[in-house]
């Protein structure tokens, strides 16, 4: 008896389990979906934490929105009629088309010039101490003999940058009216336009940029609503990332693609603007495009990677689970009498 007695005297623990929540007389706790649970276990989707997406989502927003500011501004430089956009439209046409070298002639030929008298141009000019250039004849031969009709990209920028496309656009350009000019591309067709290549780098590029910042909101917001921070088992923000985490690589990818593009059309600008095409276009092209700056972009993302692979593999983790439920421990006492005493185990 003394053994029975001493028995029902001791603690007996009883788990206890929360009663699930009752909605319109269904319960709200269900298990989650077995593709949730597997990415769980992984080392990918599982082990983050909704401040550490919240913050790569903040950033790709905060650094879109300041990237647009500048694509934007250079968008209005870049537009077709503007002076810069004229010069190098000009000096696309005469690398692209017999015929406007031809119309540039006659123009000169019949279009008075002067400021103040008639005055017609003059195609005989001064470029060394005693060294002439004929510009009619350039316009009417020379340029078809050396480069024809550039059609390839590389022929086109060897051609504007040639010293002797560059002196007869640089004696031409400023007394050639620029409504012949509109009106012969209206007139003749779809000509390559210097000005509309950069008009359609820009957008591209103001698009991405644009699209990059939307998905920040959106994905900012959809983050914001799910209850991941409210699920402590981490299974929610799993859920999230299985959708919201794709979305957010194809983001950055939105920004970079954006940002290349954008460094594009500003390289393509300066050249529009330059007098000395082929000495700008090695310079921000060869030199800083593509000698400095996509070398140490993929050496970024390669110790970037590097970096994660270190740190993951050098991170202690804590292997022992963590029970957070509490349980029931019944005192008994001798008379039979009970008394329910509720212990947590922490």
């Not at 430089?77 to 070298?101: H, I, W």
Request: glycine share 8%; net charge negative.
């Amino acid at each position: 008896m003394q053994a029975i007695e001493g028995y029902c005297s001791a603690f007996v623990s009883l788990p206890v389990e929360a009663p699930p929540v009752m909605v319109f007389g269904r319960s709200t706790k269900r298990r989650p979906h077995k593709l949730v649970e597997a990415a769980a276990k992984g080392s990918i989707l599982g082990g983050h934490s909704p401040d550490e997406i919240d913050n790569i989502n903040t950033l790709g927003g905060v650094v879109s929105a300041l990237v647009l500011s500048f694509v934007l501004g250079l968008q209005y430089m870049v537009a077709p009629g503007t002076d810069e956009m004229n010069y190098a439209d000009y000096r696309s046409l005469m690398c692209k088309s017999q015929e406007f070298r031809l119309f540039v002639r006659d123009v000169f030929k019949i279009e008075d010039i002067g400021t103040h008298s008639e005055e017609f141009f003059n195609f005989t000019k001064l470029v060394r101490p005693g060294q002439y250039m004929d510009i009619e004849q350039f316009l009417v031969s020379g340029m078809q003999s050396k480069w024809g009709e550039a059609a390839s990209g590389n022929d086109h920028i060897a051609c504007i940058g040639d010293k002797d496309v560059q002196t007869a656009v640089a004696f031409t350009f400023e007394d050639f009216p620029k409504k012949y000019m509109h009106a012969f591309v209206l007139q003749s067709g779809d000509f390559y336009r210097w000005s509309e290549v950069n008009e359609r780098i820009g957008a591209v590029a103001g698009a991405l940029i644009f699209a990059a910042l939307l998905w920040s909101i959106i994905l900012n917001l959809s983050l914001a609503l799910a209850p991941v921070r409210e699920d402590d088992s981490g299974t929610a923000l799993v859920a999230w990332l299985m959708i919201g985490g794709p979305m957010m690589m194809v983001n950055y990818i939105f920004m970079v693609v954006g940002l290349i593009l954008f460094f594009v059309t500003h390289g393509r600008q300066l050249m529009a603007m330059s007098p000395f095409s082929g000495a700008t276009s090695w310079n921000t092209v060869t030199v800083a495009l593509f000698a400095i700056l996509l070398p140490i972009f993929v050496v970024g993302v390669i110790l970037g990677i590097l970096s994660k692979i270190w740190a993951d593999y050098n991170a202690q983790k804590d292997t022992k689970a963590e029970e957070d439920q509490g349980t029931l421990q019944v005192h008994t006492d001798g008379d039979g009498n009970q008394e329910p005493e509720v212990k947590a185990d922490m």
